[in-house]
Structures are given as C-alpha cells and as structure tokens.
C-alpha cells in the first residue's frame, strides 16, 4: 500500500510539473489539430473529386472516424513521455538508479501522467472537431467502444515497453535522439498513423500486418469501426499482449547489461 502511495504521488507530481507550462503545453496540443484539418481537407476532395463512395472498404465517414480515433491514440502514445535515453545520456540515470525506487516504474508512472496530462488538454479540442465534422462521425455500439478502449490501454501499455526498449539501446550504441525522432515517423507510418493500412496495395498491407506497430494506431481504429471480426479480434489482442511481453523482455535485457556497463560520463 505505502510502495502505491509513493507511485501515486510520483504520479501526481509529475503531472502537476507538466502542467506548469500551460500554455506551451496547449500549443503543442492545438498544432497537432492541424494535421486532422488538413488530413479532413485532403481526404473529402480525393472521395469528392474522384467520385467513389468508399476505398478498400472505407467510406468517407469512416475515413474521417479513423482519424479522429488516431488523433486520441496519439495522446496515448508515450514517444514524448520517455526520457530514458536523455538520463543515460547525460548521467542523470546515476542519480536515478541511486534512490530507493524502481527506476523502471518511474518511467511507466511519469508516461502515463504525460498521456492523462495530453488527453484531457486534448478534450476541448476533440470536441471542437466533433462539431466541426459531426455528420461524418461514426458512432460505435457499446461492444465496440470497448472493445477499442481494451485496445488503446494495449496500445498504451505495447508504446510504453517499445519505447522503453528503444531509449535503452543508448547504453549499448550511444545518444540515440537523432534514431528515435526518425523511428517515431517510421512507427506512425508503420502503424496506420497517416492513414488507413488498408488503403495500402494487398501485398504491403500483408507485410505490414505483421509487425507490432499496426496494434498502436490500425488495430483500435478498426476495432472500433467494426472492421475486425470475431475470430480476428482474437488473434489480434493475443498478438498485442504477446508483443508487449517480447519488447519487455527486450528493455529487461538491455537495461540490465547496459547498467553492468554504466559509466555516466554523460556529453
């Protein structure tokens, strides 16, 4: 109970650290709407221009669902949240590994306040783009919405231990900011981030669908779209857990052999 109290006030604390710079932090909120408006622009012109009701399966109204559910799932993504990389770097971590917490858990704890922090900031603007687009957004049965929002805490949970991996490979290869800013984009087109996978040719759509990414942005679109059938939904949550296990061995076995090899010399 007393270690939980001390996360919760991590937690707290460093949500309250966050917010301190509220109008930066909304800034960076509000910019990121411009992608949605312009991704609304550009896709009612390519479904009104070229005359079809549908691509791959995907209306129009559906087309502009999916952005806006990917919109939420961006706040649900730690890729701003994890400093881990920046702490080997500087020898920050030294003091880190020094207290009397898990050091790991810290990590999870102050991503998850960042992700709380951007997803009520987002609210008010989420709410502005329902106004604005209302007659093009689906609105999913009570199975559905759950099971996306099953979905978002996987994809949650498979960002938080990619990433976690990804920012430990600093022990072994050196700064890696440069290699996570590149991976981050590499991700969120691998992910169904920038558009729908499914508008993809069949044979790269195919290849894609094999790797993890798909479960942080495709994946919980779809699920909530209705997209994904029974038997697919399935498969598709007990690869994302199976995903999260694989990338948190992967962090546990890179943290521990770069920690043996530490030296905190930082810049």
Known sequence: MNLMKKYLKYFLTNFHEEA?????????IGSEVVFFVVFYFIWTNVYAKGGVTDISTFSLSATITYYFLTSLLFRLNPKQAIYLNRSIWNGELTNEISK????????????LSLMALEMIAYLPFAAIILIFVSKYIIFASVVNLLL????AVLASLLGITLYLFLHSLCFHFGDQDANLTLIDYLISF?????????????????????????????????????????????????????????????????????LKKYAAVGR
Request: proline residues 5%.
């Open 190 to 258: 691998l992910g169904g981030a920038l558009f729908p996978l499914r508008f993809l040719p069949v044979n790269l759509y195919q290849a894609f669908s094999y790797l993890p990414f798909k479960f942080l942005f495709d994946f919980p679109a779809n699920v909530y779209l209705g997209k994904v059938s029974s038997s697919d939904l399935r498969i598709g949550f007990t690869e994302a857990f199976l995903w999260i296990l694989i990338f948190s061995a992967l962090y546990y076995f890179s943290f521990q052999s770069g």
């Open 100 to 111: 009397p917490y898990s050091v790991t858990l810290i990590y999870i704890v102050s991503s």
């Open 20 to 28: 301190t710079y509220k109008a930066d932090f909304i800034f960076y």
């Open 148 to 151: 996306f929002l099953a979905s």
